[in-house]
């Protein structure tokens, strides 16, 4: 008993991390319409950055600066979010598809420039970071209790953040933008620097989830950065509902629980023979469930709810 | 709700694999063990038959510690979230305390640093070389959990510098190939060659598909080394030499077994080839090795070509024997307490096989030792739990390639002793 709660923590933590970095996509496609197909880079430089802030020192390596965890979590978001500008300064006036291949290109650039610099870990990524709070309370199931309740407090704040900023005048600016550009720059907007923010500050949301993922596994590899990573963020909020926070979240956890517990069930019962096959069966049956959502509910399980702005709704 | 009978509907196709199911076990309990491995990717399913073959060569002799042994097997999907979510799941859900895998360093890694080193278990990898798993474990963090039947980078390292000695080189110029690999044995390579007292004149990273290498050759070339090193593969390989000799460089060359092809020593000329001295793993000249690609190609109607195979063989058999002189109940830290007395040198040899495994569990019964004689020879595992192998030279011809010397087990052992 206590190891199917020991699992089933396991798997929150996870889920509630990447349901961290599915709402920051939200935020940047779901609210504003920017394609961004580089996840993994902005989730890749708050791990990266929140290891090389807050881990021990390694030979040869930057960092190792041993800052405290919650200094070193915030770091990373900073960095990920200076990459975040960067990119965004270069490639925003890029539209639609244009922009989801910039982006694309700018993460598998980033994982290629980890893979190849030694000081940054090279191809055998970053470890020897040292668990917070561990002498206290110990290695086992308690300490992962512990990060779920961070982690979770953590996706509640970034939820009712992103509730609050996209029910402001600055989320409706955002929608704005997202159906008629031309119109919101009509009405004396620059589409240009919103969008800038919107895109950092989703980048920021992903750099948390990226650094609560490296600090969780106290460990970071380029393999935890391939382009698979993006299409699993993706595929979490398609199933949700773009545009919708609590579908991101539901999305997140329905795609996670599918792919794991896929592998679960057919460990566990398929015969022996099928067992060597288990692996091509379970993509075959995640592509089944993404594909038949898209087929019969393209707005995602909780569609994005159209609000009519007040004024008008008092008439 | 079309969605939710879509996942209605996979959830049931799911359930009818269940119905299929059949139970394996006869005997009167069981013991399951965990395998992570990347059954998805085409060379990964056979690391995973192997280790499942070993499976039921211990469960036909009449199990482990009384039990029929069953292996769970799941897929990491080279993915190091899938991994670690299924090893967790493993250790929790099934309650596993040996867990076979995973191959990529970069899952392996995260298994063990956030699943089986809190949970106590043990870890065995046939296939993971990253020397980052010898620094954690001499950092103490492994807890002795961790080993791994794959030699790491470090042979080939070791013997190429014990070329460099042979020759008589007073310097030497490192290529490498700038990926994983190629970093790690050329970072080796040259640590060894400064312990021999050898000077390293330059390190220098090769990337893939430049349409030159001057400006790096040019850059070895101002150390004006006796001798180049290179862990390289034969298409840059093959560039960096031609360029290097065409600017004067010297024709004594080392070279890692990437280089080990026709295609190389074609394009380069063998009349540029006559001081090249290449280096390899190799595959111990034991009855015992030979005896594993018998029994492996009687039972999967072909040879064991694939990488990794015969080390997820002896990966397996250890952890199972050691598992056996556990005994029942045991914990990971007991398992992994007894693999010293799985690879004892001074204990009774056992061969790899049916009849072997049988012998050894009536030894270790009797509280005795065993020397197991693997797939990869007389596998010893050193105090971080990393493991040596045998390694040959060789030297192009006109024929081809021909071997030059075999450098046994011991002796690269007692070679690698000597440089630390």
């Known amino acids: 008993m206590i190891g199917i709660i020991s699992y089933l923590v396991f798997f929150a933590t996870v889920a509630s991390i990447l349901s961290i970095a599915v709402l920051g996509l939200n935020l940047q496609w779901g609210n504003t319409g920017l394609f961004n197909g580089g996840v993994v880079a902005f989730f890749g430089a708050g791990a990266y950055g929140t290891l090389i802030l807050g881990g021990t020192p390694q030979a040869g390596q930057l960092g190792g600066f041993e800052l405290p965890y919650l200094i070193a979590l915030f770091g990373g978001m900073v960095i990920a979010g200076i990459v975040a500008w960067v990119v965004g300064l270069l490639t925003l006036r890029l539209r639609h598809d244009y922009l989801a291949i910039a982006t694309f290109g700018v993460a598998v650039a980033f994982e290629n420039v980890m893979r190849n610099s030694d000081w940054l870990g090279g191809a055998q ?54 159906e008629d550009e031309t119109a919101a720059q009509s009405l004396g907007k620059s589409p240009s620097r919103i969008r800038l923010t919107s895109f950092v500050a989703g980048s920021v ?50 795609i996670w629980a599918a792919w794991t517990a896929s592998g679960w069930a057919l460990s566990r019962f398929a015969p022996l023979e099928v067992q060597l096959y288990t692996g091509s069966i379970q993509f075959v049956l995640i592509g089944f469930v993404i594909v038949g959502m898209l087929l019969w509910r393209p707005q995602g399980l909780f569609p994005e709810r159209l609000v009519v702005s007040q004024s008008a709704k008092t008439k | 709700m079309n969605g939710l009978r879509t996942s209605a509907l996979a959830l049931g196709l799911a359930a009818g694999f269940a119905s299929l199911g059949t139970d394996a076990a006869a005997q009167d309990c069981t013991t399951k063990i965990g395998a992570v491995l990347p059954t998805s990717v085409d060379w990964g399913k056979p690391i995973a038959a192997t280790a499942q073959y070993v499976v039921d060569i211990a469960n036909e002799t009449g199990g482990v510690a009384g039990c029929q042994i069953e292996m769970v097997l799941r897929d990491t999907q080279v993915d190091p979230k899938v991994g670690v979510d299924a090893a967790k799941a493993l250790v929790d859900l099934d309650g596993v305390k040996l867990l076979l895998g995973a191959v990529s360093s970069g899952v392996s890694m995260p298994i063990l640093t956030s699943v089986t080193v809190p949970a106590g278990v043990m870890q065995m990898s046939c296939c993971s070389s990253s020397t980052a798993f010898t620094k954690l474990a001499e950092e103490g963090k492994t807890n002795g959990l961790f080993y791994r039947t794959f030699a790491t980078s470090g042979v080939q390292a070791a013997v190429g510098a014990m070329v460099a000695q042979e020759q008589g080189y007073k310097s030497v110029a490192v290529f490498y190939k700038n990926d994983d690999w190629g970093q790690d044995i050329g970072g080796l390579v040259a640590e060894d060659l400064e312990a021999l007292g050898i000077e390293v004149t330059a390190s220098i990273a090769i990337n893939d598909a430049q349409a030159s290498y001057r400006a790096e050759v040019t850059e070895a070339l101002k150390g004006n080394p006796e001798a180049i090193y290179m862990a390289l593969y034969p298409k840059e390989g093959t560039q960096v030499v031609r360029e290097w000799i065409s600017l004067g460089g010297s024709q004594n060359m080392i070279a890692a077994n990437a280089l080990k092809s026709d295609e190389f020593r074609d394009n380069v000329g063998m009349q540029f080839l006559g001081n090249f001295i290449g280096t390899d793993t190799a595959s111990p000249r034991t009855e015992s090795a030979d005896a594993f690609v018998e029994a492996y190609t009687a039972r999967f109607d072909g040879p064991p070509n694939g990488p990794g195979l015969a080390n997820s063989y002896d990966a397996t058999m250890i952890a199972l024997l050691a598992m056996h002189a556990a005994g029942e109940g045991a914990t990971g830290a007991d398992i992994a ?78 070679f690698m002793s000597s440089l630390n």
């Open chain 1, 205 to 254: 949301i992903m750099g948390l989830a990226g650094g609560l993922y490296a600090t969780f596994y106290a460990f970071i590899s380029p393999q935890d950065v391939l382009p698979i990573l993006t299409f699993q963020i993706w595929a979490m909020l398609i199933v949700g509902g773009a545009g919708n926070n609590k579908g991101a979240v539901m999305g997140t956890f329905l």
């Open chain 2, 337 to 414: 307490a007894k693999v010293g007395m799985i690879t004892d040198p001074d204990g009774t040899l056992v061969t790899a096989d049916a009849e072997g495994f049988a012998r050894a569990k009536e030894v270790l019964d009797e509280g005795g030792t065993v020397s197991y004689q693997g797939a990869t020879g007389n596998v010893q595992f050193d105090k971080n739990g990393d493991v040596s192998a045998p390694a040959v030279t060789w030297v192009f011809s006109e024929s081809g390639i021909e071997e030059q010397k075999y450098i046994s087990l011991n002796e690269v052992n007692d």
């Open chain 1, 125 to 178: 990524g970053i470890r020897g970071f040292e668990r917070p709070l561990r002498e206290a309370l110990g290695n086992g199931f308690s300490y992962n209790l512990a990060f779920f309740v961070f982690v979770l407090v953590l996706l509640i704040a970034t939820y009712v953040f992103l509730e609050r900023l996209i029910q402001s005048p600055f989320g409706r600016l955002l929608r704005a933008i997202r």
